[in-house]
Structures are given as C-alpha cells and as structure tokens.
C-alpha cells in the first residue's frame, strides 16, 4: 500500500502502474533494443530468480513461480524463445517428495555446455538453510528434460548466478550457503556435474555475503562480486583460476541486500546489473528500485551505463545478464514479483559516466523518484 504522504502524485503511478521512465530516465536508456515481458498471464501469481542461457536453438529462461515464495507450490518454470516471441510458461521441476511432502523449489541457474547439453541447476527445500542441490538437461534447448536428479550431499550447485567456464576446463560455479552464517563457496566439475569439488568457504570476518558472480580477467585472473548484509557489494579476487581467494571486502559501490549479477564481455570489458541502493540509516536492506548497469575495465572502477527500472514501486530484483554470440547483452529480473522482464541491449551504444565515491552521477534533466511502495522479501 502507497504511503499517505505520496499523496496524489503516488496515487497516480499507482493506478497508472508505474513511472514515467520516457520522461524521466530516457537518458539512461541509450543502448537498449528491446524491454518487454516473457509472458502477459501465467498460471501463477508471484514469480522470482529469473536465468538466461543462450542455446543453439534460441534463448531460454527460467525462474520459479507459485503462491508465494517458499510456498510449497512453488515450481520452476522455462519460458523459450521461439523466432523472437516467447512461448508460455512450461513447468520442469517441482518440489513434491511423496503424498504428503510438497517442498516449495528455489532459484534455477541455466548453464548451456558448449557444443553440449543444457544444464539446469535448482533448489528444493523449505528454505535456503535447508534446501538440497538438483539438475536437470536437456539435449533440444529446453523442449524436453532429463529425470531430475539429485546433487552429491553438500552440493547445491550455482546457488543464483551462472557459472563460469574456465580456460583450463574448470567449470567454476558461484554459490553460498545461509545455514551458519552467510558464507561464500565454489563448487567446481570438470566433466559438466558428473563429479565435483568444493573450494572455499572464503574468508570475510565480519562480512556476511551470498550469491556471487565471476569476472574473468583473463590469464587466471578472477574476480567474484556478491550481495552482502553490509550496505555494499563484495569482492573477492583470485591470481590462479580460483584455486585461492583473496579475503571478501567491499567495493565502492551501495548494496541493498539483493542479488546482483556480472558477466565479462568478449572486449574485455565488465558488465554489472543491480540496485545501486544505499540503504537509509545503517539498515542493511532497502527498497529493490532503482535497477542500474554499470560497467569497468578492470573491476574497480565503474561507469553508469543503464537505469533499467525506477519506478517508485519496488521491486525490480535478482538480475542475470549475458551476452548473446551476436555481441548483445540480454538482462532478466523480477518486475514487482508479478512478471519477468527481458531487456536487450547494444553494449556499443550505451553513453558511459563515471561513478566517483559510490555515488550514481546525475544527468541534466532526470530526477530520481521518491520510493513509495517497499516490499520487504528475500
């Protein structure tokens, strides 16, 4: 419910059912091809943790969608693009255990094997602490599933963002676990999740952080960026292809606990998607709008690419983004737990400024809105 005091200007983007971003964000808007939803209705009313993948047959989505999250009749959900239109919603996963066990599913990762098979990574569990790790593949770009099957006892696989294949072979996957504190993990196969091995937790002290994702930097340089409870995004840096890791820190740049996403561009450059939020006070969470794209040559210093959303209305969340063999980027994210949205964007095109103290820069002309609607989930 909008608060009292946005008053008649909030109750008009409530009825109208959003902000002007022509208005007001067209600036920030340079670059983008395409911006619209994987799907008008669906058999489910709330729906989260969108994934990307590129496959030899077109793109494929998924993400869970129920009730309610970690409701029980949460199940995952691949939505696939077919000569540029995307086609309803289709279950492959549910979280049923027997007749009387129902366990709600959680955050599907989408991974394409190169010349090979399409792997899809989620969770089943009553919540984050407690759920297991399982995949499935699919040889036809998504049309059709392998049986589901369970990961190894202490793997979940990529806990929310892709993974990373490296020169050596080593298919690195971001994870984390919640049960004892907030800890961050790879869990690494060579043979696309036959067999696998653990590397971490990383060290952090007082920093509790989850869901990463991997830069490469090139000559086993790497880097991780993952959500934390400490109002900023985390990093952590490897000098041997993720064998070892530097202690997790922060970066310059606002994190309102929620997922992010990056991927490292074939120029070499870093892509970066999340809120750029300062939570007011010293609170660890805050509203999950604005969604902005920042990019960096060396993963340190950072330019403002995109507002993608800036609605008052939260939430625009848990991004992933890719680039397409054609040199573009793709972005999906959770428009206010009601939709997934897909955006498309010509990295060539987009107007670059850079960010200075962690500050977004302003531009002639835009004005942030004032948030009036915040939905406090996971």
């Keep these: 419910m909008l608060k009292r005091s946005a008053g008649i200007i909030g109750l008009l983007i409530c009825l109208t059912g959003g902000y002007d971003l022509k208005a007001q964000s067209q600036k920030w808007r340079s670059g983008i091809i395409t911006d619209e939803f994987l799907y008008e209705k669906a058999a489910f009313p709330s729906c989260h943790s969108a994934t990307i993948a590129e496959t030899p047959t077109g793109l494929v989505a998924a993400y869970f969608g129920g009730t309610h999250e970690r409701h029980p009749d949460v199940e995952i959900y691949v939505s696939r693009q077919v000569n540029g239109t995307w086609l309803a919603p289709v279950s492959v996963a549910n979280g049923i255990q027997n007749d009387k066990v129902r366990l709600p599913t959680w955050n599907p990762v989408l991974y394409q094997v190169p010349g090979g098979e399409l792997l899809l990574f989620y969770k089943i569990g009553p919540k984050p602490s407690e759920w297991w790790g399982m995949m499935r593949s699919s040889k036809d770009g998504g049309i059709t599933w392998s049986e589901a099957q369970k990961l190894p006892e202490g793997q979940i696989g990529p806990v929310k963002n892709k993974p990373v294949l490296l020169s050596n072979g080593n298919l690195f996957c971001p994870s984390s676990t919640e049960g004892k504190g907030w800890k961050v993990h790879f869990e690494v196969t060579k043979d696309n999740g036959k067999t696998w091995r653990l590397i971490g937790p990383l060290e952090g002290g007082e920093i509790n952080a989850i869901q990463p994702s991997i830069l490469d930097h090139g000559n086993g340089k790497l880097q991780i960026l993952a959500r934390s409870r400490n109002r900023a995004i985390v990093e952590s840096w490897s000098q041997d292809n993720g064998e070892t890791w530097s202690a997790l820190a922060k970066t310059s740049l606002p994190n309102n606990n929620s997922g992010t996403d990056a991927v490292t561009m074939k120029d070499g450059r870093h892509v970066l998607v999340y809120n750029h939020v300062l939570p007011p006070g010293d609170l660890a969470k805050g509203a999950r709008t604005p969604l902005n794209v920042a990019i960096s040559k ?21 991004p992933a ?3 397409t063999s054609d040199g573009l980027l793709h972005f999906i994210y959770t428009w206010r ?25 302003k531009l002639k002309g835009y004005t942030a809105p004032v948030v009036t609607d915040v939905k406090n989930e996971e």
Excluded: C, F, M, T
Aim: proline share 6%; aromatic share 8%; glycine share 4%.
């Design 337 to 361: 737990r009601e939709k997934i949205k897909h955006v498309v964007v010509d990295p060539s095109k987009l107007k670059l400024k850079k960010i200075v103290n962690g500050i977004w820069p």
């Design 321 to 323: 983004v890719i680039q």
């Design 298 to 318: 060396d993963g340190k210093n950072w330019s403002a690419a995109l507002i993608l959303e800036d609605s008052p209305i939260s939430q625009y969340s848990y």
